[in-house]
C-alpha cells in the first residue's frame, strides 16, 4: 500500500474506509490464526541453507534470503458502527543474489525445499540476465557473520492477543464520546503489525527477528450544513514500534499546556473528546493573515517537517541517483558534506539517526542485510555531518561499513535503503514551552501534522497542521484556521533560535514511508521536544469553488 | 503456472464451493506473475520476478460475514478454508450494511489481455532497458528508470450462481534523464495494455530532450500564469478529484460535491462546458474489467458532461438507503480531448508557461480540493507563441476544480498511467513560490 493511499485512508477525508485495500498488505486470516506460531527456526534454517547453497551451485557469489510472516489486524468503525475488522497474513521467501556482479532477486509464496531451489535459481537468472547491461559491478561492504542469533521488539502486551472485541469497545466508545459532544461523524482505526522474519546470508549470519507496530487513530468531523464548511481534527496518536500497551492511559506519559498531548502511552477517550471541542472551534476560526510568523512547533507536527526536510535529504541513495524517477535526489550533495562546514541549520540544530531507541518505529536488531543497528550524528551542531546508508552504497563514500539502513516491506519486495529513525535532539538546557511562548511576539503554535508538501531535491516545502493557536505579544490568543507555512529547507532550519528541554521529548512517526520502484511502506520515527522557528512565510489556503 | 484459464478457476471455484455450508458464499480465485528492472546511475540497481495465487472465501450467516484465504488448491485444503470462513462469520460483529449478494449477471468478454505482453520474461526486459541506457550513455546524460510487466487474473463465484473472469497484461515504463551537472532534468512515463506499443528507445529520446532543453532555468516571480499542461501534468491535477465522485460523502456534506444546505451537486455546472469525463472498460487504449469486485457490470458511464456532473458513484448499500441504482466507481477515467496539439497551443500564447510534469502532489483542503505540489523535470517559459528559456521550478497551490473552470483548450487525450488525459491550456494557474530542484 503507498504512503499516499494510506494516509487517505487514515484520514478518510474522502470515499471513507475501503477495505479492500486491505487485501494488498496479505491474505486475510482468522485472529487466533495470526497467534499460532510459525515456522520453528530450525526448519527457516535449513530452508535457506538449501537457497544460499542452490545460489552459489548457480554461481552467485553472495546470497541472502529472507523467510517473513508478515501479520496485519485493522478493526475500522465510524459512528455506532463496525465498518470492518480485518486479519491479514502473508508468509513467503524472497532470494537476492549477486551473481556476475549485478543484483538478482526472486520471492515466492510456496515456502517448500524444491521451490526454494526453483526461486534460488530464478533470482541468478534474472542477475545474469541483467548483468549483460550492467555498467559498475556491485560492491559490498565487509561483514563478518553474526551467526544464530535472535532479537524481540520488548513490547509489554502483544496486539494480537488482545480480543477484537476488546478493540471495537474502546473505538465505539471514544465515537460516543464525540458524538455525544457535538460531532457530526467518527471514523476510528487500530491497526497492528507483526514481523516475523528471518534472515541468513551466505557472510554466515541466521537472524531470527519478531517486531511489533501499533496505531490507533481516529478524525472527528463537524459538518455546518447553513455555510456547506466542514472541518475535521485527527487523533494526536502516534504509530509506535510498541505493543496494546500504548493504549493504557498514564498520567507521567501527558504533556499538558494548551491541550494535553501524548509521549509512550496514549489516552484516546480523553483525546478525542479535546478534538471534538478542537474541531468545533476550528471551524468557526478566524482566517490567517498571510505573511511572516515565528513558529512554535508541538512534536506532534515537527516530526513530519523533520522527516520531509532533514530525512529523506540525507538518504545516500537519494544523494547518489538511485531514486532519481521516483521521490528524487537531493540537495545534500557529497560535496557539502566533504567540505565539512556545510550549514544545514542554526547552532541548535543536533539530529541524530538510529535504529534502536526503545517504541520507536525503527528500532530493530539487525537490518535486512544483517547489519547490526546503531546510532550515528546526522547534523551536529548545525553542521552536516554524515548520511544513511547501506552495504552496496559504502565504499562510494569511502566508508568501512553500512549504517544498517537497508529495509524491505516483505518477503515479496526486494531490500534496499530506508530511513532509520532521524530525530532532533532536545535543548540541553531547562527549557518549558510556556517560555518560549512567552518571547514570541507575533506567531502561531502549531498542533498535530496535515497536508505536507516538498520537492524532489527536498528544498522548498509546504506544511499544513491539525490546529493552529495565534501568539500575539506572548499569549495564546485563540485559534486559527487556513494556515500552511512556506520555506526552503536551509533557511528554516538556520531560523531555529529556541527548543525545548528533554522533558518535552516524544516521538512521532510515520506508519507507512513510501519509496522505491514498485513502491514499498516503511514505518520510521522522528523524535523532537517543541521548536521555535522565527519569521517563516505563512500563507492563507482558503479558496471558494 | 499462477494463470489459470476460464475453465481451470471454474473447477477449482465449483469445487470449493460445494463445501460451503454458510447461508451466503462467495469464493474468490485469483493470481499474478510478472516482473521488473530497476536501474539508476546507468546500470541496473535491482530486479525482481514475482508470482502468487489464492483463494478467498467469504461466508455470511445473516449479517454476519467471515473472510478466510489459502493458497493451496487440493480438496483438504479447499475444505478446511471454507470452513474457516464459515467459523469466522459465526464469531464477527454484525454488519449492518451487509448487502445480499448479487445473482446471475452477464459481462461482456473484456479486451484486457495481451498476449505479447504476458510472453516478457527477464532477457526482454534487459533488451529493453538496454536500448534506454544506450540513449543516455550516447548523450553523456545519466539515466534513472523503471520497467515493470504483470499478468493476472481475477475470478469469483457465489452461491447464487454468479461467476466472473477476467485476465488481465500491463506494461509501464518510466525514465529519467538528468546531465552531468545536475542542473537539467527530464522525464518520461508511459503505460500499456500491449507491449508492442512500448519503444524505449523512443521515450528516453524525449527524456534526454528535456533533460538538455532544461538545463540552465532562470527564475521567474510566482503568481498567476496561463498553463499549458502535457498530458502528465494535466492527468496529476485531474487524478485527484476522482475519490470525490463518491455520493455517501458527498450526501454527508464532507465533499466538494456536497451542497450548502444538504445534498449533492448532481447536475450541477461545476466545470467548463469543455470537459466530459467517462470511463468504458472496452476501451482500447484503456481497457479494464468489466466488472467490478462486488460483481456489478462495469458499464461505460459519463461522469461529467459539457462541465455538468451526470453520476456519482454509489455503493450497493447506500444505493439502497437513496432509492437510486447503484452505479459503481470507476477507477480508468477518460477526460476527452480536443483538436488542439502542444504546439498550437503554444503558438496561441502570449505569455505563459509550459509543464512536463507535476510532483508531490497533497491535498490542503477537501473543502475546494486544494492541492499543492510543485512542477519537475521541465519547466518553460513562453513569450509570444514561442518557448523562451527554461525556467526554475514552481510551487502550485490550485484546485482541479477551478483549473477545469479555467479551459482555454485542450488537446488530443493520451494515455497517461491509469487515466486517458488530454495536454490542456489553462488560464490563472496559481503558482506560489520558486523551488531550486532540478
Known amino acids: 500500500m503507498k504512503r499516499k493511499d494510506f494516509l487517505q485512508l487514515s484520514a478518510m477525508s474522502l470515499g471513507g474506509l475501503l477495505l479492500p485495500k486491505f487485501a494488498l498488505l496479505g491474505n486475510p486470516i482468522d485472529p487466533l490464526q495470526a497467534l499460532q506460531d510459525g515456522m520453528d527456526v530450525s526448519t527457516k534454517k535449513l530452508l535457506s541453507d538449501v537457497a544460499l547453497n542452490t545460489a552459489k551451485a548457480k554461481g552467485a557469489s553472495y546470497a541472502d534470503v529472507r523467510i517473513g510472516r508478515y501479520l496485519n489486524q485493522f478493526v475500522a468503525t465510524r459512528e455506532d458502527r463496525v465498518q470492518g475488522v480485518a486479519n491479514t497474513e502473508s508468509f513467503g521467501v524472497g532470494i537476492r543474489v549477486l551473481a556476475n556482479g549485478c543484483w538478482g532477486f526472486a520471492a515466492s509464496d510456496n515456502v517448500t525445499k524444491d521451490n526454494i ?106 459538518v455546518d450544513k447553513a455555510t456547506g464548511k466542514f472541518d475535521t481534527r485527527n487523533s494526536f496518536s502516534s504509530p509506535m514500534g510498541m505493543g496494546y500497551e500504548y493504549l493504557t492511559p498514564l498520567a507521567n506519559e501527558k504533556v499538558t499546556g494548551v491541550v494535553t498531548r501524548y509521549k509512550n502511552r496514549y489516552d484516546m477517550l480523553e483525546d478525542i473528546k479535546t478534538a471534538t471541542s478542537d474541531v468545533t472551534e476550528k471551524i468557526k476560526a478566524k482566517t490567517v493573515e498571510p505573511g511572516k510568523y515565528d513558529l512554535v512547533l508541538d512534536p506532534s507536527h515537527l516530526w513530519l517537517t523533520i522527516h520531509e526536510s532533514v530525512g529523506h535529504p540525507t538518504e545516500l541513495d537519494r544523494v547518489l541517483g538511485y531514486e532519481a524517477n521516483y521521490a528524487g535526489t537531493s540537495f545534500l550533495t557529497l560535496d557539502k558534506w566533504k567540505s565539512k562546514n556545510f550549514n544545514f541549520g542554526s547552532k541548535l540544530v543536533n539530529i541524530v539517526a538510529d535504529k534502536t531507541q526503545t517504541g520507536s518505529l525503527g528500532a530493530v536488531g539487525w537490518d535486512d542485510e544483517g547489519v547490526k543497528c546503531k546510532e550515528w550524528d546526522l547534523i551536529k551542531d548545525g553542521v552536516l555531518v554524515n548520511y544513511q546508508s547501506i552495504r552496496d552504497q559504502a565504499h562510494i563514500i569511502g566508508l568501512k561499513e553500512s549504517h544498517g539502513c537497508c529495509y524491505s516491506q516483505s518477503w515479496s519486495d526486494v531490500q534496499f535503503q530506508r530511513m532509520p529513525n532521524v530525530s532532533l535532539q532536545p535543548g540541553k538546557e531547562k527549557r518549558s514551552v510556556d517560555d518560549m511562548i512567552k518571547n514570541v511576539e507575533k506567531g502561531i503554535y502549531i498542533m498535530g501534522n496535515g497536508s505536507f508538501s516538498i520537492d524532489q531535491q527536498r528544498y522548498n516545502f509546504q506544511f499544513g497542521g491539525q490546529t493552529f493557536y495565534e501568539i500575539k505579544n506572548g499569549k495564546i490568543a485563540g485559534m486559527l484556521r487556513d494556515v500552511a507555512y512556506q520555506a526552503n529547507t536551509q533557511e528554516f532550519w538556520n531560523s531555529l533560535t529556541d527548543v525545548a528541554d528533554k522533558s518535552d521529548y516524544r516521538l512521532g512517526g510515520s506508519f507507512n514511508d513510501g519509496k522505491g520502484q514498485p513502491p514499498q511502506s516503511s514505518a520510521v520515527s522522528h523524535g523532537s521536544s517543541t521548536a521555535r522557528f522565527n519569521g517563516v512565510n505563512v500563507i492563507n489556503t482558503a479558496r471558494k469553488i | ?107 461482456p468478454e473484456s479486451i484486457t489481455y495481451n498476449p505479447a505482453t504476458a510472453a ?10 538496454g536500448k534506454s541506457l544506450q540513449v543516455a550513455k550516447e548523450g553523456k546524460l545519466e539515466a534513472a528508470g523503471f520497467l515493470e510487466n504483470g499478468t493476472g487474473f481475477n475470478s469469483f463465484m457465489n452461491s447464487k450462481g454468479l461467476f466472473a473472469y477476467n485476465k488481465d497484461t500491463d506494461v509501464s515504463f518510466s525514465v529519467t534523464l538528468r546531465n552531468e551537472a545536475g542542473t537539467g532534468s527530464g522525464y518520461i512515463s508511459k503505460s500499456y495494455n500491449d507491449v508492442a506499443r512500448l519503444d524505449t528507445l523512443a521515450l528516453t529520446k524525449i527524456a534526454a530532450s528535456k533533460a538538455n532543453g532544461s538545463a540552465g532555468a532562470k527564475a521567474i516571480e510566482p503568481g498567476k500564469y496561463t498553463v499549458i499542461l502535457e498530458p502528465l501534468a494535466a492527468s496529476d491535477m485531474v487524478d485527484n478529484m476522482f475519490n470525490g465522485f463518491d455520493a455517501r460523502n458527498a450526501d454527508e456534506g464532507r465533499s466538494f460535491m456536497s451542497k450548502k444546505g444538504g445534498g449533492t451537486r448532481m447536475g450541477e455546472q461545476l466545470f467548463d462546458p469543455n470537459v466530459t469525463i467517462y470511463n468504458d472498460p472496452m476501451d482500447p487504449i484503456l481497457p479494464s474489467s ?18 455538468v456532473v451526470k453520476n456519482l458513484a454509489y455503493s450497493r448499500y447506500w444505493a439502497q438507503q437513496k432509492g437510486v441504482d447503484a452505479v459503481p466507481p470507476a477507477r480508468r477515467m477518460i477526460m476527452q480531448g480536443g483538436t488542439s496539439s502542444i504546439a498550437d497551443m503554444i503558438k496561441n500564447t502570449d505569455r505563459g508557461i509550459l509543464v512536463t510534469r507535476f510532483w508531490y502532489i497533497r491535498f490542503v483542503d477537501p473543502q475546494t480540493l486544494l492541492l499543492t505540489g510543485l512542477t519537475r523535470d521541465g519547466t518553460f517559459y513562453i513569450e509570444n507563441g514561442k518557448i523562451k528559456f527554461p525556467i526554475k521550478n514552481f510551487r502550485f497551490n490550485e484546485s482541479p476544480v477551478i483549473m477545469l473552470n479555467n479551459v482555454e483548450e485542450l488537446g488530443k487525450a493520451e494515455r497517461v498511467g491509469n487515466l486517458v488525459v488530454p495536454p490542456m491550456k489553462i488560464r490563472d494557474f496559481t503558482f506560489t513560490s520558486l523551488s531550486d530542484a532540478v
Open chain 2, 290 to 307: 468489466t466488472w467490478t469486485g462486488d460483481g456489478r457490470p462495469q458499464r461505460k458511464t459519463v461522469w461529467v458532461d459539457k462541465g
Open chain 2, 120 to 129: 516478457i520474461n527477464p532477457d526482454k526486459r534487459a533488451d529493453a532497458v
Open chain 1, 117 to 222: 531451489a526453483k526461486v534460488a535459481e530464478r533470482a541468478v537468472a534474472v542477475a545474469k540476465a541483467n548483468a549483460k547491461i550492467q555498467g559498475e559491478a556491485v560492491q559490498l561492504a565487509p561483514l563478518k557473520g553474526f551467526g544464530e542469533v535472535s532479537w524481540k521488539a520488548p513490547i509489554e502486551k502483544n496486539s494480537f492477543e488482545v480480543p477484537v472485541k476488546d478493540k471495537v469497545d474502546l473505538l465505539l466508545s471514544a465515537n460516543s464520546v464525540a458524538m455525544a459532544n457535538g460531532a457530526n461523524f467518527v471514523n476510528s482505526l487500530i491497526f497492528a503489525v507483526q514481523e516475523q522474519k528471518y534472515f541468513a546470508s551466505t557472510d554466515g549470519s541466521y537472524i531470527d527477528q519478531d517486531i511489533h507496530r501499533i496505531y490507533p487513530t481516529f478524525t472527528v468531523t463537524k
Open chain 2, 1 to 107: 503456472m499462477p494463470i489459470l484459464s476460464k475453465e481451470e478457476a471454474q473447477t477449482i471455484l465449483k469445487k470449493a464451493m460445494a463445501f460451503s455450508k454458510a447461508e451466503d458464499c462467495t469464493i474468490s480465485l485469483s493470481g499474478s506473475e510478472g516482473g521488473n528492472i530497476r536501474y539508476a546511475r546507468n546500470a541496473v540497481s535491482t530486479a525482481g520476478d514475482i508470482n502468487s495465487m489464492s483463494l478467498g472465501v467469504t461466508s455470511a450467516f445473516g449479517k454476519r460475514t467471515g473472510t478466510a484465504t489459502i493458497n493451496e488448491f487440493d480438496d483438504a485444503s479447499l475444505q478446511k478454508v471454507v470452513h474457516r470462513a464459515e467459523e469466522l462469520a459465526k464469531l464477527a460483529p454484525e454488519n449492518p450494511e451487509y448487502m445480499p449478494l448479487l445473482g446471475p449477471q452477464t459481462y
